[in-house]
């Protein structure tokens, strides 16, 4: 456990380098969400793609020192499956992070109706921050 604290300001400044780095290039930043397991340190994985979601650019908003995700249009589902985790892609193709993914009842980063995802289906991130 750390025992930092920082202030808004810096928090917003850290959110603000993060999605420079998110929507950095022509396209969109994306969030693909994958069946497990997740990969240690952003490796290469051989879960299922469940779903590739863009962002809207920009990718986030930021306030009080909390980056909230700005969802794209609502993709197809890819494969069925149950998501576990997320692979943000930034807007030029980079791989950025990994998080968890949840329902609207977790404590998860990522925030769908439902983990459980079927093929040819939609699903929206409804939820998505970082403090």
Same mark, same amino acid.
């Given at each position: %456990? ?7 300001? &810096? $928090?917003n400044a ?18 693909? &969400?994958?069946?497990? @397991?997740? @990969? ?31 969802? #794209? ?12 985790? $997320? ?7 980079? %791989? ?7 329902? %609207? #009842? ?6 769908l109706p ?12 409804? &939820? #998505?921050t970082f403090?």
């Open positions: %456990m750390s025992d930092l604290t920082i202030s808004e300001a &810096l $928090a850290a959110h603000e380098g993060r999605r420079a780095f998110l929507d950095n290039g022509p396209g969109v930043a994306r969030v693909r &969400l994958y069946a497990a @397991p997740r @990969p240690g340190n952003g490796g290469a994985t051989s879960a299922a793609l469940l779903l590739d979601a863009p962002l809207a650019k920009p990718s986030s908003t930021i306030a009080a020192g909390v980056m909230t995700l700005m969802p #794209g249009a609502d993709p197809l589902v890819l494969a069925t499956g149950v998501a576990a985790w $997320a692979r943000f892609i930034t807007a030029d193709g980079s %791989m950025a992070f990994d998080t968890d993914v949840g329902d %609207m #009842g977790s404590a998860a980063t990522v925030k439902s983990t459980q995802l079927f093929e040819g289906g939609t699903t929206r991130i409804v &939820l #998505g403090g």
